[in-house]
């Protein structure tokens, strides 16, 4: 019997985990949509079903992924809910612009809690899951600064260095019981927390991609049609 597929994605609140939501909707998955703010997240769940005369099943957890607690438990009742979980989405982040001389330790452990401590929680939590399944898929939203780092990215290039190496151990850990994993390293992304650091005047749109060009490569990761990348970090650099 095939069951219907179960994604949990934080940051689904907006930006590309908002995109990511909508099209594993449309593609007819059950999703738990995890981010700080209920609002949002209601906000995520009425544009999908605005989209979709057939839409499937959604679990709103509001949730602080900064707070491993609260990591653990969106994991939990996503799990509870459905029984299963097939994809876990780790969209959440925060990109502080600090210089060196600028950064404290209150700004590095809240950087590394959000985009490292948070995916390593929610993946450690899925992982027993996975493993009695026999099958699980990880994508880890990373960014081009864990290769260029942009000047005043100092923290948050190395917190997204970090989640791809989450990544290689979970490919590495994980392949004898059928878990797929993957970073997506992306440039700069029309989202919500793009504009808060830099204007249009700085960085034109041109010169972006959109949300839901980024949420493809996600949503593609997810769906099986980039697995020879599989273990990888996947570039997209440029706008599309």
């Known amino acids: 019997m095939e069951h219907t597929k179960v994604a949990l994605v934080t940051g689904a609140g907006s930006g590309i985990g908002r995109c990511v939501a909508e099209q594993l909707a449309h593609a007819g998955w059950r999703l738990a949509l995890v981010g700080r703010r209920e609002a949002t997240l209601e906000a995520t769940a009425a544009v999908i079903g605005e989209r979709s005369a057939d839409a499937p099943e959604l679990l709103i957890t509001p949730a602080d992924v900064a707070d491993a607690a609260q990591a653990r438990s969106a994991v939990e009742i996503a799990h509870t809910q459905w029984g299963r979980l097939d994809a876990l989405v780790n969209c959440a982040g925060v990109a502080p612009l600090a210089s060196i001389d600028e950064t404290d330790e209150d700004l590095l452990y809240q950087t590394f809690a959000v985009n490292t401590f948070g995916p390593a929680v929610t993946i450690a939590r899925a992982w027993p899951i996975f ?40 490919v590495r850990e994980g392949a004898e019981f059928g878990v797929r994993a993957f970073s997506v390293a992306f440039g700069a992304v029309e989202t919500p927390m793009l504009r808060a650091l830099f204007s249009p005047r700085e960085l034109p749109a041109s010169k972006t991609m959109t949300a839901a060009a980024a949420a493809h490569v996600v949503t593609d990761c997810v769906l099986g049609r980039r697995d020879d990348e599989n273990g990888s970090v996947i570039v997209v650099s440029g706008p599309a």
């Open 131 to 170: 493993r009695e399944q026999g099958s699980g898929c990880i994508v880890n939203v990373s960014s081009l600064a864990s290769v260029d780092p942009f000047p005043g990215f100092f923290v948050y290039a190395a917190s997204k260095s970090a989640v791809e190496s989450l990544t290689r151990s979970a």
